[in-house]
């Protein structure tokens, strides 16, 4: 089993930046794909941005080239620095992982709780 925990969520103002952490623990995932999910009110979880085993990238095109995906493997931690954030970024952003970058995408296999990320106008 895999446990993830986000952490850097909070309020930001629209052009600003934030950047989200996710600890894994329960066993080394320096073998998984990780990466990041989010759900705004009303609406489906989407797929944010996910990074493979090999450094890998993968991005929605709702933030390409605002976001960037990152990983310390010693530190069995995936990072999302988020910047130029806007107002429809805000969501509960979840972080996730998998034994594939394509399952990553699609169906992970293990889940965080999220952290909120709010973006003001």
């Known amino acids: 089993q895999v446990q993830l925990v986000e952490s850097g969520g909070g309020l930001v103002q629209a052009g600003g930046s934030l950047r989200l952490a996710c600890a894994a623990s329960?066993?080394?995932?320096?073998?998984?794909?990780m990466g990041w999910f989010r759900q705004a009110p009303g609406k489906e979880r989407e797929f944010v941005a996910a990074?493979?085993?090999?450094?890998?990238?993968s991005f929605a095109d709702s933030v390409k080239g605002r976001f960037t995906i990152s990983r310390d493997n010693a530190k069995n931690t995936v990072y999302l620095q988020m910047n130029s954030l806007k107002p429809e970024d805000t969501a509960v952003y979840y972080c996730?992982?998998?034994?594939?970058?394509?399952?990553?995408?699609?169906?992970?296999?293990?889940w965080g709780q999220g952290t909120q990320v709010t973006v003001s106008s």
């Open positions: 996730a992982a998998s034994n594939s970058l394509v399952r990553l995408t699609t169906n992970p296999a293990y």
């Open positions: 990074i493979g085993w090999n450094g890998l990238t």
């Open positions: 329960g066993r080394t995932v320096g073998g998984y794909a």
